[in-house]
């Protein structure tokens, strides 16, 4: 292998609701791996959706460092549809990828996906999100409960104890939704006043109806956190409509570019930024690991911070 990028601090072992897949770091009887050189591997993507800035990151992140040793990589977009991301992994089974690279739409309806990958001998890794049911190598993520928790305190902070808020909430079961909400709420449930919380499926155009929403029927609100960056530039589009633009705060979650924009613009409040080109390349990095015969994390995390407009 030619380059290869350590699983530094940057990606320590951590812990949080994660799913219930076994992870093959977990399960002793998991076997000898067949090592292979990375120029020779076959990689299979299937990534959830690349309408999103952040997905795309992701897959650059992959491709980048599978171009850089030569390995070959077939990247499927899901468009959030769960049936069409099944049949697209039993496509890149049918090929014969040496490895999946898998950020599910839905961490349930993964699951038999992930099991017939197990069935026919290829390894699975899961990044964002995890798989509620069969084996995977790792999952590679970002604490998602901390980083629902550090937008919890800083609408705090902001907006002050017991502010009124809501909550936009991403794909139901996705692993990310669960987590990010988990982390928000059991902060929010003593130090804020939340108000509402509805579903935007991590979309833009959704962020934006749902919001104008949320404004008729609570027109008290202070803030809003976002489960991603997409979502919150929705719902400030709608702040704006509302000539409410600087009285109700927006916390987002990514750290996209047009989040970063929009915090320069000043019209976002903060995000809690991931790294999703570094997510990539943690994926595909231990794609390699695995096929050297290196011991792999079950979990893999990559750092989160929150940025606003003084940073």
């Given at each position: 292998m030619k380059k290869l990028i350590g699983?530094?601090?940057?990606?320590?072992l951590f812990l949080g609701g994660c799913g219930s897949a076994t992870l093959e770091g977990e399960n002793t009887d998991s076997g000898a791996v067949e090592e292979k050189e990375s120029s020779a591997l076959v990689v299979g993507v299937s990534l959830s959706t690349l309408n999103n800035p952040f997905f795309i990151s992701v897959k650059e992140g992959i491709t980048d460092l599978a171009g850089d040793e030569g390995s070959e990589v077939k990247v499927l977009d899901a468009q959030d549809d769960t049936s069409k991301q099944s049949n697209d992994v039993d496509d890149l089974i049918q090929q014969g990828v040496d490895i999946l690279l898998i950020n599910p739409v839905d961490s349930s309806a993964i699951t038999p996906a992930v099991e017939a990958a197990n069935?026919?001998?290829?390894?699975?890794i899961a990044i964002d999100r995890s798989s509620d049911g069969g084996q995977v190598v790792t999952l590679v993520a970002s604490d998602n409960v901390e980083g629902g928790?550090?937008?919890?305190?800083?609408?705090?902070e902001i907006s002050g104890s017991k502010?009124?808020?809501?909550?936009?909430?991403?794909?139901p079961g996705a692993s990310a939704t669960r987590e990010r909400g988990k982390g928000f709420n059991d902060y929010a449930k003593d130090n804020l006043d939340l108000v509402d919380q509805q579903t935007a499926n991590f979309d833009r155009a959704e962020g934006l109806t749902v919001m104008e929403n949320m404004l008729q029927s609570n027109p008290e609100i202070e803030a809003i956190f976002a489960q991603n960056d997409e979502m919150a530039l929705g719902a400030i589009e709608a702040i704006e409509a509302a000539g409410k633009t600087g009285d109700i705060q927006v916390v987002g979650f990514d750290g996209t570019e047009?989040?970063?924009a929009a915090?320069?613009?000043g019209t976002?409040?903060?995000t809690v930024a991931q790294q999703p080109t570094e997510l990539g390349k943690l994926a595909m990095q231990a794609a390699f690991d695995h096929f050297s015969g290196k011991k792999v994390e079950a979990k893999i995390a990559s750092p989160l911070e929150l940025i606003k407009s003084d940073n």
């Open positions: 699983l530094t601090a940057a990606a320590l069935s026919a001998g290829i390894p699975v928790k550090m937008a919890a305190q800083y609408i705090e502010a009124k808020v809501a909550e936009l909430e991403g794909i047009d989040g970063l915090i320069e613009a976002l409040s903060a």
